[in-house]
């Protein structure tokens, strides 16, 4: 066994020979300190990727179910599907009617418009037609006034429901409920205003939206507006059996023959799931190559660096195996030595990602956790306890005779 | 090494038993410093074999011979062979961290070790900071740190003047008497005085083993050594 007294001195020879060596050692770290950086960015992109995409992927709602034209991120011929028929408000109506599995069903369009009120004018915001029943299905809560009501729907009353930033900028100081604003030059009354919603992770600010009833669209800013069904199924374990009764309403309501494929599509949250699996799986493995690679080099520099303390150090090596020192207490020392130079280019590599990711943070909120410190500490030690394994075992095995003759 | 086979020591046959004072002289070059490697399991003869304490050196792996240089022996080296960077205590303390002595009780033996040499006021400096004598005292205290039974000391008085060498000499008497074995390496024959027996080398080969002029003469008496049979 290696005592307490050895391991001691085992640390004092280490740190010592880094202090004699600081600008040697530091030079060949940079493979190893660039291998930190990556690797604590990548995580903490991943990390950050996947608090966002938590939060978003909740807006969507697991026991949803989305009938629209297109498939979502599918590689579908665009030629072949961008002529298929729009959804109807009849097949809408028609599907709330018949689907027995669905809790309640929801028709939305939307589109991209400018919004005033007073001199103000809001650009790019998102304007949605939405019924009754859509704030259950969407699981939104309202922050002030309230929801739709089904007769406002059927008569397409000019009423509206404010996005959360909406609101804040229009009426900073003052109730927005029962003033009108104005899409597209035509007025709607103010009757709600949405709680706080965030941004979607693709950075889509969802507070900036204005919700219409959807009844509107048609006659205010659309020859045929394209419509989506979003259907909440009743118990979320037949999400599958509720697919396929929906594929069959469908179906039939546009009278597709049976054989020929379906001219819409039934999305689901698992796509965006799998589409984010994608993105994070080839952040992952693009980070971990250039992670790889340049700890391989580094590493190599490692070993070098080590060569030449033990080839500097052969006489004394020698004088401590005459004086008792055994084999491992000498491989104990240089491994030592080398994991404290790639524990430094650790620590200097966490030092240097850490304000990237702040920079990372600007853009979604990801932060480098104390876990990812941690791997990345172990990952340096382990690569210089790899890179110095063969100076060290050759530096053990050193006759202590022959040790004794070097200068 | 040049191609041509050097042959340091050849038919060299010697038993020495415990508790001898022995004094091994010869001109530069004669491998002596070559015999007592051997002597401390630093080295392995080519050929032929070396017992210790009745086993064979050659049998023992590295860590045991290791834990035998660390404990049985201690070893002053020719040339002192001290570390340059570490001052004179810690490079007494060497031997006893090795041997896993605990810190408190290490420093304590090593400072009076070192105060054996008369270096208590010498501790904190590096080698290079200490004279020639110094250097050899530190290495002496460092062979001795640790109690050893068998003492190899190559040309231990070269660079001292003959006071302090007649004070290094007076220690292994004291520690011949208390039944150590004592190999000295000298060129001087009044240090091969204090031993018992004289091994005379010559290019290699044992040319003189014979008992001190002194224990020839009157074998009873002679500074108050009172020397083990020979084994
Ligand atoms: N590694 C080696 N390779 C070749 N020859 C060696 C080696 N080591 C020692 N020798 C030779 O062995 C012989 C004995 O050397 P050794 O060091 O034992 O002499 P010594 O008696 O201690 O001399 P000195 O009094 O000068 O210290 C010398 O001729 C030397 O050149
Ligand atoms: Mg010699």
Redesign the pocket.
């Known amino acids: 066994m290696i005592t307490t007294s050895e391991l001691r001195e085992t640390f004092l020879i280490a740190v010592a020979a880094l202090r004699a060596n600081v600008l040697r050692s530091g030079l060949t770290t940079l493979g190893v300190v660039i291998g930190i950086v990556t690797v604590t960015l990548m995580g903490t992109a991943i990390n950050g990727l996947n608090n966002a995409f938590q939060k978003s992927i909740a807006t969507l709602g697991s026991d949803t179910l989305f009938i629209q034209r297109f498939a979502w991120f599918s590689n579908d011929d665009w030629r072949v599907v961008r002529n298929r028929r729009p959804m109807t408000m009849q097949n809408a109506r028609d599907v709330e009617r018949m689907a027995t599995l669905a809790a309640a069903v929801s028709v939305e369009s939307n589109f991209g418009g400018t919004v005033t009120y007073d001199k103000k004018k809001a650009r790019g915001v998102w304007i949605m037609g939405n019924t009754d029943r859509s704030i259950d299905v969407r699981g939104l809560s309202i922050a002030k006034g309230r929801w739709f009501s089904p007769a406002e729907i059927s008569s397409a009353r000019n009423v509206c429901v404010l996005g959360n930033y909406l609101a804040e900028r229009f009426f900073p100081n003052q109730s927005p409920l029962g003033h009108r604003v104005k899409v597209n030059e035509i007025q709607y009354e103010v009757v709600g205003v949405i709680d706080k919603m965030g941004t979607f992770f693709t950075g889509f600010n969802m507070d900036n939206q204005i919700v219409i009833p959807v009844t509107r669209f048609e006659g205010d800013f659309q020859e045929r507006p394209d419509y989506q069904i979003i259907v909440k199924v009743k118990d979320v374990t037949r999400l599958d059996d509720a697919e396929e009764e929906l594929r069959g309403i469908m179906r039939k309501l546009r009278r597709i023959e049976p054989g020929l494929p379906d001219d819409f599509a039934i999305n689901r949250q698992e796509a965006f799931l799998n589409f984010f699996r994608a993105v994070g799986g080839t952040i992952a493995a693009v980070g971990l190559f250039i992670t790889s690679l340049s700890l391989f080099v580094g590493g190599i520099g490692i070993m070098n660096i080590m060569f030449v303390s033990v080839a500097e150090r052969t006489k004394e090596i020698g004088i401590r195996k005459a004086i008792g020192a055994k084999r491992r207490s000498i491989l104990l020392q240089f491994l030592v030595e080398a994991a404290l130079i790639t524990l430094f280019a650790g620590i200097l590599g966490i030092l240097v990602a850490w304000p990237l990711t702040l920079v990372i943070n600007q853009f979604m909120a990801a932060q480098m956790s104390w876990w990812l410190v941690a791997i990345a500490l172990l990952v340096s030690v382990l690569t210089g306890v790899i890179a110095g394994f063969i100076p060290a075992w050759r530096a053990s095995n050193l006759d202590p ?2 040790a004794l ?1 070097a200068e | ?2 191609s041509e086979v ?4 050849r038919g060299v046959s010697l038993d020495i038993g415990k508790g001898e004072y022995v004094a091994i002289m ?12 051997l002597l401390g399991c630093l080295d392995t003869p080519s050929e032929g074999e070396f017992l210790l304490n009745d086993k064979n050196v050659a049998t023992l792996n590295d860590n045991q011979l290791a834990e035998i240089r660390n404990r049985e022996i201690g070893f002053v080296f ?1 040339s002192f062979n001290l570390l340059p960077r570490s001052d004179a205590l810690h490079n007494v303390e060497l031997p006893l961290i090795y041997s896993g002595v605990a810190k408190g009780e290490r420093r304590e033996m090593a400072r009076s070790a070192l105060a054996h040499v008369g270096l208590e006021n010498r501790m904190h400096h590096r080698p290079n900071e200490l004279s020639g004598g110094q250097r050899q005292r530190v290495a002496i205290a460092r062979a001795l740190v640790n109690n050893p039974s068998i003492v190899l000391a ?2 231990p008085t070269g660079n001292l003047d003959s006071r302090t060498g007649e004070e290094i000499l007076a220690l292994f008497d004291q520690l011949s008497r208390k039944g150590n074995t004592i190999i000295v ?1 000298t ?1 001087e024959e009044e240090v091969a005085l204090h031993a018992r027996r004289v091994i005379r ?1 010559r ?2 080969l044992i040319a003189v083993d014979e008992l001190n002029i002194r224990y020839r003469t009157a074998p009873t008496v002679g500074g108050g050594i009172s020397p083990p049979p020979i084994a």
């Open positions: 005779v022959e003759r | 090494m040049g050097v042959h340091a020591l010869g001109p530069s070059g004669s491998g002596k410093s070559t015999l007592m490697n020719q190559d040309e390496v060129h080398l290019d290699g």
